[in-house]
């Protein structure tokens, strides 16, 4: 198995997940927060992954990568920061109760 297909199944739950709170209070500024929380540990993963690789701490094989890479870091180890800023929002959105209005 390669590891793009491993990270599919995440990113499609992160899909499912963060539209299914579309309808849910302040989804824009939820989606302008988990943006610029991806941008952060995109930029976070870029530094540290590209270090760690660099220093030999761990390898991937080859044939089990899209072959796309950024610096020494691999594209798929970016799905899962991106993942994160996204999902665990939309997590506690959905599973947060909503607003009741009062009717006195």
């Known amino acids: 198995m390669t590891y793009p297909l491993i990270v599919l199944p995440f990113v499609a739950v ?3 997940v ?3 709170t579309l309808r849910r209070p302040r989804f824009r500024q939820r989606m302008a927060s ?5 941008l952060v540990l995109v930029g976070l993963t870029l530094v540290f ?3 760690m690789i660099a220093v030999d701490l761990f390898s991937y ?3 089990h990568l899209s072959g796309l890479k950024l610096g020494l870091a ?3 180890d970016f799905a899962y920061p991106l993942c994160a800023a996204f999902l665990v929002p939309a997590l506690f959105a ?3 109760p909503l607003p009741t209005k009062d009717t006195a």
């Open 61 to 63: 094989p080859q044939e």
């Open 94 to 96: 959905l599973f947060a």
């Open 34 to 38: 988990s943006a610029l929380t991806a």
């Open 74 to 76: 691999p594209i798929e």
């Open 14 to 16: 992160t899909l499912v």
């Open 18 to 20: 963060t539209l299914a």
């Open 49 to 51: 992954d590209n270090l």
